[in-house]
């Protein structure tokens, strides 16, 4: 813009002025238009002040403090909290070894004039890539690869045509450098050359949030009045986008990393933004997935980056199963892709695209297409850091076409979305003896929901213990015989008043195997959970002693009681999951013809979960005998052959 004011014959000041008056935030330098307008100027440019070495460090002092005040701030020339890009820190680095104006004067013999927007992304790209290869491997920050954005993009662009949109609005919450939000946005011009595109991005990083803020400045190219604008903070804490709505979020939020510092103001938050906020604290992703879904209109599409925990993380009942089973009753999940492992510079792990509309069309109601392009990628002839594999055009083509045709193959599958629901029945198993008798049977309703019931008072219990008999008076809870406890050696004894710690320590003396209660029950000796009332056997089942201290008369004294606990097994069953009231009928069918115990029917709960590796199976073939006895065959005649040069 500063250039074409110049080229118009506008004076110094009136640029100033436009640039203040603007709506885009322009980046401008006093001294370069005084310079450009061939007016005087003190230290004149860039190259100016590097030819002297006398009076440099002044002379580039003044050069960078006549930048306007946005610029400065973003190169971290300000005193604020955050140090951004912290210029400041490279100077004094490069001044300490005697380089500052030898390496000033390589950029100045650049002339970024002729530069246009696409050059000037193409040096940031190169520039975040290098920033990647640092911060990423510590952060879980990963820089997303071009061809990866080109594949978003083609689907973005689908998405475009499909819907007519002559503009759209481009989204991404975790936004680091800019490289997919604006790389995206700049593709899917390619595509669709008469489309206008604004994008929005936010961004935690001060580094990341600087470049991807300098390359929004650049950004004049995006077809007639497109908005580009980043923001700095804290995504899950503080949307600085509240109450905007956007066509298309492309995104690769970080993996792995906690959000612990952001935990106070997500479960506070009142935007509507979280339906869940039980996530594990190590790990984010899915509550940045919370977050886009809420910034998309009503026919918003979504092209999210995520390993594969989002997918199966958790069990049934856990926040990140009922993310997931939240996205699908709504049916919002078009497609989940699988991309080639080693794409990344900083990881070689596997992932997957999660392709989000919100206004699916009516032949994939309720059906998700998966598509593993595991296997879909050349190799390059150099490797960048970790990544070795690249998806070429013909590769993202065969996506595109998976995706527009999603006819069944080996690498593509076209599901019900019930097909990822699974039910978790709990069972409580009925446990009996060879005669099929369990305690069970003998509670009373009220006692079976307990699993157990207390037996009626007897006047005195006897406990064998090490081969001395001692006497509990329940009426009482005296002690006949003395006792010795496990606290320092004490004796405790019927003239002794019982205190907690005693009897704490009096529970360890005994078991239900001691007790010799002849007149109410007792336990088999071959069998001791098979219970008998005076020699009738009861069941399957347990004696419980409980021991505990209470109070009679105002006096402190032991309490002995019996309970008969039903022998009951907590189990499950993992069940498919069928839509409406056939789920119910489904599980039943199931529990009959796999459940061989009688049980009692607990709480049933559904989750979802996605497993490419089941979907996608592949058995491994196995060899035929044939060829392993040829094998063998040949083994043996090379060690006859060994054996013969050996022994002659």
């Excluded at 320092?488 to 360890?508: A, H, N, Q, W």
């Excluded at 979802?608 to 392993?628: A, D, G, M, W």
């Amino acid at each position: 813009m500063v250039n074409n004011l110049i080229d118009e014959g506008y004076s110094t000041e009136e640029i100033r002025e436009e640039l203040q008056d603007s709506t885009q935030d322009f980046s401008y330098n006093e001294h370069v238009m005084l310079a450009a307008k061939g007016e005087p100027t003190s230290i004149g440019t860039l190259a100016d002040i590097c030819e002297v070495q006398e009076g440099f460090d002044e002379k580039f002092a003044d050069y960078l403090n006549d930048w306007d005040d946005n610029t400065k701030l973003l190169l971290g020339l300000q005193d604020t909290d955050a140090l951004y890009l912290d210029i400041p820190k490279y100077i004094k680095s490069l001044k300490s070894k005697g380089r500052l104006r030898d390496y000033t004067s390589k950029w100045a013999e650049i002339d970024l004039r002729d530069y246009d927007a696409s050059d000037i992304t193409t040096l940031e790209e190169h520039i975040k890539r290098k920033w990647a290869d640092i911060s990423a491997a510590t952060s879980g920050e990963q820089y997303t690869p071009d061809d990866i954005i080109d594949l978003v993009a083609a689907i973005q662009a689908r998405y475009a045509v499909l819907d007519n949109k002559k503009s759209v609005t481009l989204y991404d919450m975790t936004c680091g450098g800019g490289n997919m939000l604006f790389g995206s946005a700049d593709k899917i011009k390619k595509r669709l050359p008469n489309i206008t595109t604004s994008t929005y991005g936010q961004e935690i990083n001060d580094s990341l949030y600087a470049l991807a803020k300098i390359e929004s400045r650049f950004r004049t190219e995006s077809g007639g009045g497109a908005k580009h604008v980043i923001e700095h903070g804290d995504t899950l804490a503080n949307d600085k986008f509240i109450g905007k709505e956007f066509d298309f979020i492309s995104a690769n939020p970080p993996y792995g990393i906690d959000w612990k510092d952001s935990e106070k103001d997500v479960i506070a938050d009142e935007t509507g933004r979280f339906v869940n906020t039980g996530i594990s604290r190590s790990d984010g992703q899915l509550l940045f997935m919370q977050h886009a879904v809420s910034k998309l209109k009503s026919d918003g599409k979504a092209v999210i980056v995520h390993n594969g925990s989002p997918m199966f993380t958790g069990d049934v009942n856990s926040a990140e199963s009922q993310v997931r089973k939240w996205l699908l009753d709504n049916d919002w999940i078009e497609a989940w892709v699988q991309l080639p492992k080693e794409e990344f510079f900083n990881t070689q792990i596997t992932t997957y695209l999660w392709v989000i509309n919100k206004n699916k069309p009516a032949d994939r109601k309720d059906k998700i297409i998966l598509i593993n392009a595991s296997e879909k990628f050349s190799k390059l002839k150099k490797s960048m850091g970790k990544k070795t594999n690249k998806m070429d055009s013909e590769h993202i083509d065969w996506v595109m076409d998976k995706f527009d045709n999603p006819v069944e193959s080996d690498d593509v599958k076209f599901l019900s979305k019930y097909d990822f629901y699974y039910n978790k029945q709990q069972l409580t198993l009925i446990e009996r003896d060879d005669d099929g008798k369990a305690i069970y049977d003998i509670l009373s309703e009220s006692e079976k929901l307990k699993g157990f019931k207390k037996l009626k008072k007897v006047s005195e219990l006897k406990v064998y213990k090490e081969g001395k008999e001692f006497v509990f008076k329940t009426s009482d809870g005296s002690v006949v015989e003395q006792i010795t406890s496990s606290v320092d050696g004490v004796i405790f004894s019927s003239e002794m008043t019982p205190d907690k710690e005693f009897v704490d320590s009096l529970k360890e003396v005994f078991t239900a195997s001691d007790l010799n209660v002849n007149d109410v029950y007792h336990s088999s000796v071959e069998n001791q959970n098979i219970v008998f009332d005076k020699q009738k056997s009861m069941g399957r089942g347990f004696i419980v002693p409980k021991l505990t201290l209470g109070k009679k008369s105002g006096k402190s004294v032991m309490k002995l009681s019996i309970e008969l606990k039903a022998d009951l097994t907590k189990d499950y069953e993992i069940i498919p999951h069928l839509p409406g009231e056939e789920n119910e009928k489904s599980i039943q069918a199931f529990l009959d013809k796999w459940v061989r115990k009688e049980y009692i029917l607990g709480d049933n709960s559904v989750g979802v979960e996605v497993n490419f590796n089941k979907v996608f199976y592949k058995p491994v073939v196995l060899r035929s005998t044939k060829e392993i006895a040829d094998d063998i065959k040949a083994i043996d005649v090379e060690l006859a052959e060994l054996e013969k040069e050996l022994w002659g």
